[in-house]
């Protein structure tokens, strides 16, 4: 007994070790993590369009392009229209301009050509391009590995079997950057460029070849490192949310669950490092939206404690001992945390490769919390829960005891539900459209703006700016929803606002004079296009439409009947439709943290449902074993054994958020 003891004390005291190490490497590596252009800024190109009149289509097709090139440098950075033939993309994270503009390549016209000086293969034909580095008996070549389009593919093919012992230069805005001789037909659609001197110069190349294949050629037309969108006063304010709500996350935790919440406590601490120094390893791209999502997450990972910590109490309300109690509600609760996670990362995964913009970082993020919640509540904490009963916390009481109460008859009230809530998806929906004519009100993200630039005669401070200039841009525009921006260096500032007319844009200029005696003549006002493009919108709904076709088959695979599957993605559809319908009537701005925001609710609703199935699944085996209930009175039992479970859960994430509100 004394022997168990000594090892529980020391497997508590590695535990709080390892949560103490975690922690200051999670709060050493913030210096490291990349920010966002709200937190930290970053670099602001603006590109013009060589020809005088771009078409829509062209200028559509570049930025779609474009933002796929970016991305390389942070899942954040965004490519957007300004004027009728100017492209902006701002890059947070970085802040050597001139290092971007090198890398990035600059944007001209890229042809493949023989040695008659035919065109074989444009640059728009060129899927990608990396540099890469072969080592061969001991020597090291340089070479640039090139993927083709389904097109370029063919072409190419056609094009090295025509001209095998021949040449094929590379023809960059008149300049040949590369005459490589054909060796042997490549059908592949795969190839490699070689006889480069160094790995600078096979990266210039590939950078070249990648910025070559936009439908538009491209001059540069400024570049400036801009400021943070947001003061130090939103970041610490968010940071200060954050450690508030974490503290009375977990007195609610102790108190509810007592040495489980205990536990509980020691594993969620352990969670925030790790997340932390997750964002550094996976070069993640950290947004004020992100630090909401960091900390409503630590809500969030509650979800799996709160099952267990449950499975544990009825367990010792059904006369069982704690340890066998702790064992079994680990055992019990095993599949509905793996089940309800999995669906989430599988929602995740297909965000992430087939999404772009937005919803590439969020399931960025989404899949590291997913990975580590479940890591953090099936391993730290039991093993908490383990160290502090071998230490002497072995009475019941400790833990609680839940027994079977009376059963509420949830589905005798599924008549009233459906009509509530149909009544309030299509009443909220037909108020708001006879309104406005439109169900929601988008915000610059998705319908552009108008980008004011102007240069104050003074160096303002960003929170100064958000304290006075603001407001009266606020005034004048009516929306709240006002990004603003400092070119470093300069007294220069970026007002981004929904799109102005003529009057209003007069106005503005009108109040920056009266109010703060700028010079007119240094206010320029251009209309962009929203962060948000078409076809960025069309890979978000598709990632979305997969997603929920996979869900679907997984629920489908585990539960073994299709009734799980439909009636988890109706939940999941009806949950999303509500909150639509609430944004629709109370008109607040839909931007890209919109589709974050629905995300999150996707997956909070397919991770509630699942554990709810996942209790039907087990009383149907009973039923199957001798019990007399009916699939009504299953599903009733079911609803009731899980409701204080979603109670508590909705608890937990429900202080995140409102210590976020308040703060």
Known sequence: MKNSKVKGLLGLLVLLF????????????????????????????????????????????????????????????????????????????????????????KPGSLIFTDETGKTLLTGDQVASAKAGIIEQNGQKSYVVSLTFTEEGTKAFADATSANVGKRIAIIYDNQIYSNPVVREAITGGQCQIDGMTDYTEAENLAGTIRIGSLSLELQ??????????????????????????????????????LIPGVAAVIA??????????????????????????????????????????TRIKEEIGLGHSVKSAIKAGFSKALSAILDGNITTLIAAAVLYFRGSGTVKGFASTLAIGIVLSMFTALFITKGALYALYAVGFEDPKFYG?????KIINFLGKKNICFILSIAVIVAG???H????????????????????????????????????????VSKITGDADVQTQKVAGTNEVIIKTKTLDVEQRQQLEDAMVENFGVDAEKITAESISGAVSTEMKKDAVWAVTIATVLMLLYIWFRFKDIRFAASAILALVHDVLVVVTFYSLAKWSVGST???????????????????????????????AGSKQTLEEIVNLSITQTFTRSINTSLTTFIMVFVLFLL
């Open 18 to 105: 390892a949560v103490g190490l975690f922690g200051f490497f999670g709060y050493d590596t913030m210096d490291d993590i990349k920010l966002g252009l709200d937190l930290a800024g970053g670099v602001s190109i603006t590109y013009q369009a060589v020809d005088e009149n771009p078409t829509s289509e062209e200028m559509s097709d570049t930025i779609y392009k474009l933002q796929q090139r970016v991305q390389n440098y942070s899942t954040e950075a965004v490519v957007y229209q300004e004027g009728s033939d100017r492209i902006n993309i701002d890059i947070p994270g970085v802040s050597d301009a001139n290092a971007i503009l090198e890398e990035l390549g």
């Open 220 to 257: 540069e037309l400024r570049s400036n490192v801009v400021g943070a969108q947001l003061g130090q006063q939103a970041i610490s304010t968010s940071l200060k949310a954050g450690a508030i709500g974490f503290a009375i996350v977990a007195v609610f935790m102790m108190v509810l669950y």
């Open 268 to 309: 969620l601490a352990l969670y925030v490092g790790l997340v932390l120094i997750m964002l550094t390893a996976f070069d993640i791209t950290l947004t004020l939206p992100g630090v909401a999502g960091i900390i409503l997450s630590v809500g969030m990972a509650v979800d799996a404690n709160v099952i267990i910590f």
């Open 401 to 405: 005891t839940k027994k079977d109460g």
């Open 429 to 431: 929906w037909a108020l």
């Open 433 to 472: 459209k006879g309104q406005t004519g439109y169900v929601l009100n988008y915000g610059m993200d998705f319908t552009g703006g108008t980008s004011t630039n102007v240069t104050f005669n003074e160096d303002m401070s960003l929170d100064d700016i958000s304290a006075k200039v603001v407001p009266v």
């Open 594 to 624: 919109f589709i974050a925001c629905m995300l999150t609710i996707v997956g909070y609703s397919i991770n509630a449902t699942i554990v709810i199935f996942d209790r039907i699944r087990e009383n149907l085996a009973l039923k199957k």
